[in-house]
């Protein structure tokens, strides 16, 4: 959920930039299967914290989000600028769950799924998130997250653990917050989330990216770090 696209330039000139593996989220075997959002929150604040970083820019996707706004509230120290891409942090009404959430969240069994996962079966729940067809090197980097047992139970958690708990202190967010969007995204649609999120949020700016569903730094890469960059050197 921390934002990189391999081979491209970086969005914050000559700053340095982060990659934080969180629960949920990559290939890294932690068993993290209590994870909730505030734990991760926690974790990246935790990161932070053991760098010893100020005046961070810090960005997160989806979940990532979340983990994002939430360490900025608890860590305001550390934080000077958020960026949040696609992201989580309301309460959803019932039918506003994909399929496959709905099995994670209700489904007694479903912290074992990973021993049903195949290539054939993680394909249409992933293209639901994209407006171009997936590539077999998206799919595969979703296979080995969900392959991945310790990771699957996170994620499972996580997705039962989205329930809002926090997002009545969005209002007390003092940094400037870039919002970023992709214009057909189903888990989290623009007119639902994205609009909210600007209108909480104090100091929030919201960019839409045309033809981008969840993953827009990934189908509108170039368009997603203008944006980044544009805000990163213009907030300081």
Not at 32 to 38: D, I, P, Y
Not at 151 to 171: F, Q, V
Not at 192 to 213: M, S, T
């Amino acid at each position: 959920p921390i934002y990189g696209v391999d081979g491209e330039p970086s969005p914050v000139g000559d700053g340095e930039i982060y990659l934080l593996e969180v629960a949920g989220h990559g290939v890294a075997r932690a068993d993290l299967r209590a994870a909730s959002f505030q734990d991760c929150a926690d974790h990246v604040r935790g990161f932070l914290a053991a760098l010893d970083l100020t005046g961070v820019t810090l960005v997160g996707h989806s979940y990532g989000g979340e983990f994002a706004w939430r360490a900025a509230l608890d860590a305001p120290d550390r934080v000077a600028r958020l960026v949040l891409i696609d992201s989580s942090g309301y309460q959803r009404p019932a039918d506003a769950w994909l399929p496959e959430e709905h099995k994670l969240r209700e489904w007694p069994g479903a912290q074992y799924g990973y021993l049903l996962n195949s290539r054939e079966r993680l394909r249409p729940a992933l293209q639901l998130h994209f407006d171009a067809p997936i590539s077999a090197d998206q799919l595969e980097e979703m296979y080995l997250c969900c392959d991945n047992a310790a990771n699957w139970r996170a994620m499972t958690a996580l997705c039962r653990d989205e329930n809002g708990t926090r997002e009545h202190e969005l209002a007390a967010l003092a940094q400037p917050t870039l919002l970023v969007w992709g214009e057909r995204d189903v888990a989290y649609p623009v007119e639902r989330v994205a609009r909210r999120f600007e209108r909480d949020i104090p100091d929030a700016r919201l960019v839409v990216i045309a033809g981008a569903g969840h993953y827009p730094h990934e189908e509108h890469s170039g368009a997603v770090r203008r944006a980044l960059r544009e805000f990163h050197l213009g907030a300081r």
